[in-house]
Every structure is written in C-alpha cells, then in structure tokens.
C-alpha cells in the first residue's frame, strides 16, 4: 500500500510552533510497530507535544509489559526528530524516566538548541524503509556496515551485537526456533495473531496485510482462521530456522538496564539503525521471537554476553521487495489537550 504523505511545501514555515510540531506527526507514524499496532499517542498542549503510550493497543499476550510498545514509541520520536532537522526545526526533547506513565517524551521547539544536519540526510529513507520478511542475499552485509551501525546505537546508549558466521547464526537460529515453537502452541498468542493479520485487500489502516508474508489472495483470507485454529509451530519454526541461518547478518540490540528510558532509547536507536540500512541498500527483519519469551530471553542473554536483549533483527540485502504497511493518519493519533485545565502532562519530569 502507497504511504501518502503531505507535500514537504506544506510544512508551515511561518506558522506557530504547535502548527510545526503537528506537521513532524505525519513522519512519526511511519515507524514500524509490533503487528504493525502502531501504539503512539501524541497530544498537544499550549505550544508542546508529548509523545504518550497508547495502551489500549497494547498485545497483551506477546508484550505482557508493553516493551515493545514503548520500543515502537521511541522509533516514532526518532523519525519526527529527523523530521525536525529536516525542516530546520530546533527541538528540546525531556524523556520520561518514570517506569508508570504513559507520558514517554515532551517536545518543545527551542531555538537554542543545536542542528543535527546527519539526522537530515536521513529524511528521504523514512517513506522507503520497510520491515521484509523474505530472504536475503548471502554476504550482502559488510563489516564496515556493521562497524557503522553499531556506532550509531552506541550514540544512544545501546549496544548492538552482530553475529555473521554459521555458528553463531546456527545457536540464534535455534532459540528462534524453539519461541516460535512454543508461541504457537499456546490458543492466547495465536488468537491475539490472527487479529492483527488482514487480507491482501482490507482497508485496514494497521495490522499486517497477507502480502507482507508473501501470501496470495485466497491465502491472505485464509490466513486469521488458520493461525487461530491450528498450531502451526513446527513449520513456522523450519521456516524462521532457515531464515535466519542463511541470513547475512543477524544483529541483536541490547541495553545495561531494563526500564521504560531503556525501551525508549532502544526505539531510537533501532529507528536509526533502520534507516541508515536503508540507505545502505539493507533491509531488516525482526525475529524478536525469543525475547518475548522470559526464560529464552535470559537464555540468549546468558549466549551472547547481554544484560538486557531488546530486539532481535535479521540484516541483508532482499531477494524481493517488500510492500509498505498501512499508516493511521497524524490526525489519528493527535489530541488536542490545550482545553483541559487539568492537564498536567507539560510540568517536566
């Protein structure tokens, strides 16, 4: 599905800082998202935005502490900041330390603030960056884009792994074998699947369309009454085994504490890892398989030498291109706050 996006003439040079904050919305929510689920709230108030958590589109089955939703939030703040230095928009970012709230970040236009001309370079990869699902080319990953990648994450506190020989592929490859093994099996996790996945067709402004996964047409219909009435571990097992044996470069980010400003930098850190492979002529794939799982995420932990494993992804050149997923419009996901009194989500942290 075409992504559509507002004219870059559109953005409102000569407007106020909220009408400008506004506008950077609609390169957020080009972020991936767990199930495409696309969990991100931003909410106005006087002449801020603050990016909140969108509970209610939580998967509470596969992300039992909203994990990876805080991750999908982050990779959302890092594309309105490439945005913002797209568009000369000096931004003052306070991110929330505090493990309860739904409030992650707030934003406010500072003109003190410095420029970030490398985010810049960035902008033009947002609409090109896709999640594919299809196989890539043997040795299209080198080390010197590993070496840079991983520089980038280190930026944000996050350290990032990159496992290339047969060994190494081999015991990751295993772990993801065993979580989808046991994910499958259970009647929860499938049925919380099948209600993000949609045919080829739908209308659906989130989830995962059947074309994602290659799927036909037919299959595409088929698709949510299978995974909700069968359990398909063993072959989707095989299937993400080979995957990732045979892919370039499996890659795992990882941080030293497991707290919501770890999930947050994670996302950022993911979201510029991700575009930066883009331009690279990468693709990535996640596998975060074995991370939701509690017991397999300490075991690959323990396997690679990490405290805290945070997403899991395959890296290389694609056999095929991969279609984008559907977008919820900035409209969507933005609330207007300036009228309630008691809103007090702009005090600082």
Same mark, same amino acid.
């Given at each position: 599905m075409k992504r559509i996006l507002p004219s870059e003439s559109d953005f409102p040079a000569n407007g106020s800082d909220l009408e400008k904050l506004r506008f950077l919305v609609e390169y957020a929510v080009l972020a991936p998202s767990s199930h495409n689920s696309q969990p991100w709230l931003f909410i106005t108030h006087d002449h801020n935005l603050a990016l909140h958590a969108d509970r209610t589109r939580g998967l509470p089955v596969v992300d039992p502490h909203d994990r990876e939703l805080v991750i999908s939030c982050g990779c959302a703040l890092f594309n309105l900041r490439v945005a913002a230095a797209h568009f000369g928009v000096p931004l003052h970012i306070v991110r929330n330390p505090d493990d309860h709230e739904d409030r992650l970040a707030n934003l406010s236009i500072d003109l003190q603030a410095g420029r970030h001309d490398t985010l810049a370079e960035l902008f033009v990869e947002m609409p090109r960056r896709v999640t594919n699902r299809f196989p890539y080319q043997p040795g299209s990953v080198s080390a010197d884009d590993l070496h840079a990648l991983a520089e980038l994450c280190a930026a944000h506190g996050v350290t990032l792994r990159s496992y290339t020989d047969d060994a190494s592929r081999h015991a990751i490859a295993e772990r993801i074998a065993e979580a989808d093994k046991q994910q499958m099996a259970s009647h929860a996790f499938r049925r919380e699947l099948a209600g993000w996945l949609h045919h080829?067709?739908? &209308?659906? $402004?989130? &989830?995962? %369309? &059947?074309?994602?996964?290659?799927?036909?047409? $037919?299959?595409? $219909?088929?698709? %949510? $009454?299978v995974v909700r009435t069968f359990d398909l571990g063993e072959g989707q097992a095989a299937r993400d085994r080979e995957l990732a044996e045979h892919s370039p470069a499996l890659c795992i980010l990882s941080t030293n504490a497991d707290h919501h400003l770890d999930w947050i930098r994670t996302g950022e850190a993911l979201q510029h890892l991700l575009l930066e492979a883009t331009r690279r002529g990468l693709a990535a794939g996640f596998m975060n398989q074995p991370i939701e799982i509690d017991r397999l995420r300490q075991d690959l932990a323990q396997h690679v030498g990490a405290r805290f494993p945070q997403v899991l992804l395959r890296l290389g050149k694609p056999t095929r291109e991969a279609k984008a997923t559907a977008r919820r419009p900035a409209d969507a996901v933005t609330i207007d706050a300036g009228l309630h009194e008691n809103y007090r989500a702009f005090q600082g942290f």
């Open positions: 080829n067709r739908s &209308g659906s $402004l989130d &989830g995962m %369309p &059947g074309y994602v996964f290659g799927f036909s047409e $037919l299959a595409s $219909l088929a698709a %949510p $009454l």
